[in-house]
């Protein structure tokens, strides 16, 4: 059902774990619906230099998770800000219609990791563009 | 990861492989002797004479009389002959149906469609077994009551209902009594007699026969409505050409799981007992389904703070074929309506895996599935948010 690039990520996830001395972190979801990702940033200089994810969950949302975490590691945060849930199903070459909500998930965690350093640090939370998780139903 | 590479299949509920000896005794059917059982000349005599064979080795296994067999496409239609060709033919005498919550979709799916053509059906509980009260089959009966349908044994979680009870309490009250024997049929002993049943649906492909295949048990004075109408086959109340090569494979596959059905269901059971003391060796792992009163060949567990696709596609790499409740895996995203049904949170669902032995597995099978499930559970745990810190490896 998922391609290989979406299983290589999978079975061979990329920056799974936890950043004991993290300075961001978000989880989003619910074991309900069966997934949770959990982002924890360390952010030096507005920059993301070590990034780590724990996800409950199916295939699609490991991948997603290790995927994402791999494409916001050494970006700024507003780049990684923008990092969309389409942008991480590209790169992991596509995922099956059903599965395409566990993208959401990864672009809303770090989100939310991003939200929760920035409000450690003083900053203004960044608002959700609006309609931007229309996807991400169960 | 593993190192090991085979095929575990331990899927057995799903379907089964259809046996080499069977598979050999349809080709003649297909090929050489493919009269139209219609027909007049001797060639369809041959064909007639298969089909008739077959009637009497399905009649045999479920302590029925050949004329009360009636050949199907298999589970699904027997079972929505069974439902709808009830309603319909007694919808004079009353429109109530009663069912429970853990039947296959084949009957759950048609008694809903019936409630928008009008019927009343009223869903029984189980306890967190997945076991039915014959009490709550009793209380629920009323003037209008024209069926009930309750399976013999659970697909998912494997327990046994209290089939003879229930017919015996249909009885009492002159309503009809349906079971889905799909899973139990080739597995369990069964008595259409003894068991106080009316209409018994079972299906070729897990007993080792061919898909496509299955049968209707109809008992003396039942009437019901034809779900297919055409031709005047399987005396005028299903229509359509008899599929001679599945009957001969059907019929000669139950007889021969029949034949080796105590010894097998005491084998499989010493096995399934082992695999089920592996997987509760895992921490935070529980069984469901009954603990006793489950077919020989089921297991069915969940482990806490980890999702089933993902135990699936880890086991797959192992060489491993199961099954799971989690929405996750369905593509309807639906959770398992039996195990919610049992009572299990909509969060611990998702841990669920079913594993079903077959006549050919073996007690390495059953070690290396132990060995490569604790792997992957260990392997998920680490990566799962929700795992308590003494669940993780020491790294």
């Known amino acids: 059902m998922y391609n290989e690039k979406v299983m290589d990520h999978f079975e061979h996830p990329r920056n799974q774990g936890v950043i004991e001395d993290a300075n961001g972190t978000g989880e989003v979801g619910n074991a309900q619906c069966g997934d949770i990702m959990k982002i924890y940033l360390k952010v030096e200089d507005d920059v993301i230099t070590d990034v780590k994810f724990q996800t409950f969950g199916c295939g699609a949302a490991v991948a997603s998770s290790s995927m994402a975490t791999e494409m916001i590691k ?64 169960h | 990861m593993n190192t090991e590479k085979r095929l575990v299949y331990m899927d057995h509920a799903a379907t089964t492989a259809t046996r080499q000896d069977v598979a050999e005794a349809m080709v003649p ?15 369809a005599k041959v064909s007639r004479e298969a089909v008739e064979k077959a009637r009497e080795q399905v009649a045999v296994a479920i302590g029925a009389e050949p004329k009360q067999i009636y050949f199907t496409s298999g589970g699904t239609e027997s079972d929505n002959w069974a439902v709808k060709g009830i309603a319909f033919a007694r919808k004079a005498k009353g429109n109530h149906i009663i069912t429970t919550v853990i039947e296959h979709h084949a009957i759950s799916h048609t008694c809903e ?21 014959p009490a709550d089959v009793e209380n629920a009966i009323t003037d209008e009551t024209i069926l009930i349908t309750v399976m013999m044994a659970n697909n998912e979680v494997g327990t046994i209902e209290p089939i003879a009870e229930i017919g015996a309490i249909a009885r009492k009250h002159s309503v009809l009594f349906h079971t889905d024997a799909v899973q139990a049929v080739g597995h369990i002993p ?41 031709g005047a086959q399987e005396r005028g109340r299903r229509a359509g050409t008899e599929n001679v090569p599945g009957i001969v494979g059907m019929g000669l596959a139950l007889s021969l799981a029949v034949a080796d059905m105590a010894e097998n269901a ?33 297991v069915n567990v969940v482990f806490e703070f980890i999702e089933g696709e993902s135990i699936l596609l880890l086991l797959n790499r192992w060489g491993i074929a199961a099954s799971t409740g989690s929405a996750c895996s369905s593509k309807s995203l639906e959770p398992s309506h039996v195990l919610i ?10 841990g669920s895996l079913r594993l079903t032995l077959g006549e050919e597995t073996t007690a390495e099978d059953v070690d290396y599935v132990i060995g490569a499930v604790k ?10 948010p929700l795992t308590p810190p003494e669940l993780r490896s020491q790294s």
């Not at chain 2, 003894?194 to 496509?212: C, E, M, T, V, Y």
């Not at chain 2, 499989?268 to 082992?274: G, Y």
């Not at chain 2, 049904?341 to 998702?350: I, K, M, R, S």
């Open chain 1, 74 to 137: 050494g970006k700024t945060l507003k780049e990684a800000w923008d990092l969309s849930n389409k942008a991480v199903a590209e790169a992991l070459e596509g995922l099956p219609p059903q599965k395409l909500h566990c993208s959401v998930l990864a672009e809303e965690s770090i989100h939310a990791a991003i939200n929760d350093y920035r409000t450690q640090h003083g900053l203004e939370a960044w608002e959700e563009k609006k309609g931007s998780h229309a996807e991400h139903q």
């Open chain 2, 29 to 43: 059917y297909m090929t050489g002797t493919f009269g139209n059982p219609s027909s007049l000349y001797d060639l």
């Open chain 2, 113 to 133: 469609w019936l409630e928008k053509q009008g019927f009343s059906v009223t869903c029984l509980p189980v306890d967190r077994f997945g076991m039915v009260d």
């Open chain 2, 190 to 230: 069964v008595d259409v007699g003894a068991q106080n049943i009316d209409l018994l649906s079972l299906s070729g492909h897990k007993f080792h026969g061919p898909k496509g295949t299955g049968a209707l048990y109809i008992g003396p004075g039942v009437r019901l409505d034809p779900l297919m109408h055409g």
């Open chain 2, 266 to 298: 005491k084998r499989v059971t010493t096995l399934r007992d082992r695999l089920t003391e592996g997987m509760l060796a895992i921490p935070n792992t529980y069984l469901n389904g009954h603990p006793d009163k489950r077919l020989p060949n089921n």
């Open chain 2, 341 to 350: 049904a049992c009572g299990l949170p909509h969060d611990v669902v998702h």
């Open chain 2, 375 to 384: 792997d992957v559970v260990q392997h998920l745990r680490d990566m799962s």
